[in-house]
């Protein structure tokens, strides 16, 4: 019997906004090896502080739970790291802070007999900055792919840097699920799928939102709503400078039509037709093969993400919405997109089990983790992506960075949220209006 199937696993996962949370808790969660079936398996959350740090509506939004939950800071996680004893560490972060981390652990666990699995991947479709992100991600012991196209890039990425691209394993978006659709609701109801930086701005977002109003005048006996992912203040993975929630005040809207906020999942129960400018709720709603829009109307570009949808089927414009069109996806282009609508989505992660209890049970522990960026191949980029998690080049703690072995006292918490507070204002009222001025 496998060493997996005779304790109960710890599981860590490290992440830095809400929706990289829920991506993390749940892969860690679909990842156990199928050889363990403690049911008293234990899952540790660690929230990386910054700008995205989620509040405690969004964590409850999310809805995925641990046995303990914490913030920290970079210098915090690794030294917990060395005192504690994990059997999977899950890495949810951006591509910077994974390559700090790897970088980090590896000085940790210097002369460790044992150590962690570490596994990283991506929340979503991957459409921007592939070998940047990619790179800063080698090291883990398993990079997940979504889907076999990104495994098949992953790949080509890392033998064309000459990198080992033996870490990549496909596997499938962690939070696909729920009952296919079966028929129109009533009432019929479509659903806008906001993103928080897609498009960027004013202009465009107050295009989408007017058709989308006008959509609900053109159709009264329709529901459309505007699935919003945060509140005006909270950050989530990307910075949302322009809520739809500010750009709808004073609009007259029809009574058919509202905001809406709440798990992703819950709101797919009752719709119709998904719409979107390049989502991944788009891909949660192939999985659950519902009629699914990806729009064109501001034109099918890297920059929106849309051109992830070439060939779908998807791809379609507001006036062809108002005038009934009902999209039929592609059935070989979904299947290369590691939605599983076909039912194969209950063995999509078994590659990724078998590869970690295979890992776990590796005769004399896993060696030192070992990324394609060190000072020797990287010296001008690697230092930084470091310094800015007040780690050295070797991934030591640099002197005076954040103590681990005390709790934040009552000023520094203080001091904490207004500092976080004030970013978001910056972010939200301040930088918008010095780029208006910029283009004066």
């Known amino acids: 019997?496998?060493?997996?199937?005779?304790?109960?696993?710890?599981?860590?996962?490290?992440?830095?906004?809400?929706?990289?949370?829920?991506?993390?808790?749940?892969?860690?969660?679909?990842?156990?090896?199928?050889?363990?079936?403690?049911?008293?398996?234990?899952?540790?959350?660690?929230?990386?502080?910054?700008?995205?740090?989620?509040?405690?509506?969004?964590?409850?939004?999310?809805?995925?739970?641990?046995?303990?939950?914490?913030e920290v800071t970079a210098v915090e996680f690794l030294r917990e790291m060395e005192q504690q004893s994990y059997d999977i560490l899950v890495l949810s972060l951006v591509g910077g802070g994974v390559q700090a981390m790897l970088h980090g652990l590896r000085s940790a666990w210097a002369g460790r007999e044992k150590r962690p699995v570490v596994v990283t991947g991506y929340v979503g479709v991957v459409y921007e900055k592939l070998a940047d992100g990619l790179l800063l991600r080698h090291g883990a012991d398993l990079v997940l792919a979504n889907s076999r196209q990104d495994a098949d890039r992953f790949r080509a990425v890392y033998e064309g840097v000459g990198a080992d691209a033996t870490a990549v394993t496909e596997v499938a978006l962690p939070f696909l699920g729920g009952a296919p659709y079966e028929g129109e609701h009533k009432p019929y109801t479509v659903v806008f799928a906001a993103q928080p930086s897609v498009p960027d701005s004013r202009r465009d977002r107050t295009y989408l939102l007017d058709r989308l109003i006008q959509h609900a005048r053109k159709h009264p006996e329709r529901e459309v709503l505007l699935k919003?992912?945060?509140?005006?203040?909270?950050?989530?993975?990307?910075?949302?400078?322009?809520?739809?929630?500010?750009?709808?005040?004073?609009?007259?809207?029809?009574?058919?039509?509202?905001?809406?906020?709440?798990?992703?999942g819950d709101v797919l129960d009752h719709t119709d037709l998904l719409v979107t400018m390049s989502s991944t709720a788009a891909l949660e709603a192939l999985h659950r093969r519902i009629p699914t829009v990806v729009l064109t109307d501001l034109g099918i570009r890297e920059a929106l993400g849309n051109h992830h949808f070439v060939g779908s089927g998807c791809l379609a414009s507001w006036d062809q919405l108002d005038a009934g069109h009902r999209p039929a996806p592609d059935a070989d282009w979904v299947a290369r997109q590691g939605v599983a609508a076909d039912g194969t989505y209950?063995?999509?992660?078994?590659?990724?089990?078998?590869?970690?209890?295979?890992?776990?049970?590796?005769?004399?522990?896993?060696?030192p983790l070992n990324p394609y960026y060190t000072p020797e191949t990287a010296p001008g980029y690697l230092p930084g992506i470091l310094a800015r998690h007040h780690l050295g080049p070797d991934g030591?703690?640099?002197?005076?960075?954040?103590?681990?072995?005390k709790a934040p006292g009552p000023v520094r918490q203080i001091v904490r949220r207004a500092a976080r507070g004030a970013y978001r204002h910056g972010v939200q009222r301040v930088a918008p209006v010095i780029r208006r001025m910029g283009e004066l």
């Open 228 to 264: 919003l992912r945060s509140k005006p203040g909270e950050h989530t993975t990307h910075i949302e400078e322009l809520p739809y929630q500010k750009l709808v005040q004073g609009k007259d809207v029809p009574a058919n039509f509202r905001l809406v906020y709440g798990h992703m």
């Open 396 to 405: 030591v703690p640099l002197p005076g960075a954040p103590a681990a072995d």
């Open 346 to 367: 209950a063995t999509a992660f078994d590659a990724g089990r078998e590869r970690i209890a295979k890992l776990l049970d590796r005769p004399g522990g896993l060696p």
């Open 1 to 70: 019997m496998p060493a997996s199937a005779t304790k109960s696993l710890r599981v860590a996962v490290l992440a830095d906004s809400d929706t990289r949370w829920k991506w993390g808790a749940l892969t860690a969660k679909r990842l156990i090896p199928s050889e363990s079936d403690d049911p008293d398996i234990r899952l540790d959350g660690y929230l990386l502080r910054g700008r995205a740090t989620p509040t405690a509506r969004q964590l409850q939004e999310v809805g995925v739970h641990a046995d303990s939950l914490r």
